[in-house]
């Protein structure tokens, strides 16, 4: 009975402190799993968002409607872009047009996305320099000025306080706050409208669809975390893009420069002749019918009662060429309308379907702001700010990237 009493009486306090080390031990676990389990998810976010740029940044460089341009927001939750969208619209990321993963914030929810207006793919390249943006980062020519383009979208950073100019916004949501009520998901994204995922600070809605997105700390009222994808960051991908496009592709040479170089082209001209002797920059007349025949153009339209006798003609815009559709004009009877000179009138039926890199290249500016220099007998340099090509009739343009060095 000693022996368990003297082992009882030693028991209980040696229970109690291995009890309270446990406790301490839970504890210290607990907030820790806690820590990691709020650092994984914030790295899944920055994981997801930066995935989504990414793709936005790949995408733009290859759209055909002006290199830089941005696809709509999924506004019906289906994953997929809409082909046209208002300005201002805030929607969800195309992450099926984009052709990536589904990417989900560190809370599971889909990313938002918002562009500036004047970016959308929709817009056709012949209202650049126009009613629209031309889709140009760098700083004009003297002789054709337009605004170098840097977004219309401002990110706010509320802990900061300063803003930045961006093209697009992608957004990761977080978990629903108080007031918000998400519903259940139909096509692979959580329900609701972008109230139910958005919020505001420092007097500016998130959900409202811009021009304005503000970014910051979380808590209570706020959660949401904004990556800004800036034109520097669009441009450096889709400036590549514009050197192959002005060089040209195929072997033998189909198209650009090294078609209007070779013995296909009529006439040919030579290297040395499309340099800027002042400025150095590259200098080329895109309504020069040789040089609208080294870039793809519209196919003839299909003839019928009403196109009768359609055809692909030239419309001059500002210096620049645009492809329309021409028809001959009809009058109420169906029958074509003679002019006085005895030939039937012709009118502009409408803008030819699809985009043609003769006309964005012009209308963005693109060729009076990337720096000429030939090389004989058949080839040339071309640079943009970060990148330089070089090629022939025979070689396809070797792309290098050129860093910026600092201004001595
Ligand atoms: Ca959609
Ligand atoms: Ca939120």
Redesign the pocket.
């Known amino acids: 009975m000693k022996e368990v009493k003297g082992s009882r009486g030693f028991a209980l306090p040696t229970l109690l402190i291995l009890l309270s080390a446990i406790a301490a031990f839970v504890a210290v676990k607990t907030l820790r799993t806690f820590g990691g389990f709020e650092l994984r998810a914030s790295m899944q976010t920055d994981k997801a968002l930066q995935l989504a740029r990414d793709a936005l940044i790949a995408h733009a460089a290859w759209e055909d409607s002006s290199p830089g341009s941005l696809l709509c927001?999924?506004?019906?939750?289906?994953?997929?872009?809409?082909g046209t969208c208002a300005a201002n619209v805030i929607?969800?990321l195309?992450w099926r047009?984009l052709g990536i993963s589904q990417p989900l914030d560190g809370s599971g929810e889909c990313l938002w996305y918002a562009l500036s207006p004047g970016a959308r793919s929709q817009l056709a390249p012949s209202l650049r320099g126009q009613s629209q943006p031309v889709l140009n980062p760098e700083p004009p020519a003297a002789d054709h000025p337009y605004t170098p383009f840097t977004g219309e979208l401002t990110l706010r950073d509320s802990t900061t306080r300063l803003g930045q100019k961006v093209v697009a916004v992608i957004i990761s949501p977080g978990r629903a706050l108080s007031g918000q009520a998400r519903t259940a998901p139909t096509s692979g994204c959580n329900g609701g409208d972008a109230s139910a995922y958005l919020e505001s600070r420092d007097g500016i809605n998130n959900a409202a669809g811009g021009p304005n997105f503000v970014t910051g700390s979380a808590d209570t009222a706020f959660n949401d975390r904004i990556m800004g994808l800036t034109s520097d960051q669009l441009f450096a991908a889709a400036k590549a893009r514009v050197l192959i496009e002005l060089a040209g592709r195929g072997i033998p040479a189909k198209t650009g420069l090294r078609f209007l170089f070779g013995p296909s082209s009529i006439p040919s001209m030579s290297p040395s002749e499309l340099q800027d002797p002042l400025s150095g920059y590259l200098k080329i007349d895109f309504l020069n019918p040789a040089v609208l025949r080294a870039f793809p153009a519209p196919p003839t339209p299909k003839a019928d009662e009403k196109n009768v006798d359609p055809a692909i003609e030239v419309q001059e815009i500002d210096g620049c060429p645009h492809y329309v559709v021409t028809r001959v004009k009809l009058d109420v009877y169906g029958q074509p309308v003679i002019g006085t000179d005895g030939l039937p009138v012709r009118e502009v039926r409408g803008s030819a379907d699809g985009n043609y890199a003769v006309e964005w290249l012009c209308f963005n500016r693109w060729a009076e702001r990337t720096q000429y220099t030939p090389i004989d007998p058949d080839g040339a340099r071309l640079n943009l700010t970060g990148w330089q090509t070089e090629f022939s009739i025979a070689s396809p343009p070797r792309l290098v990237r050129t860093p910026i060095t600092p201004s001595p």
């Open positions: 927001p999924d506004l019906n939750n289906d994953g997929a872009a809409e929607g969800r195309p047009t």
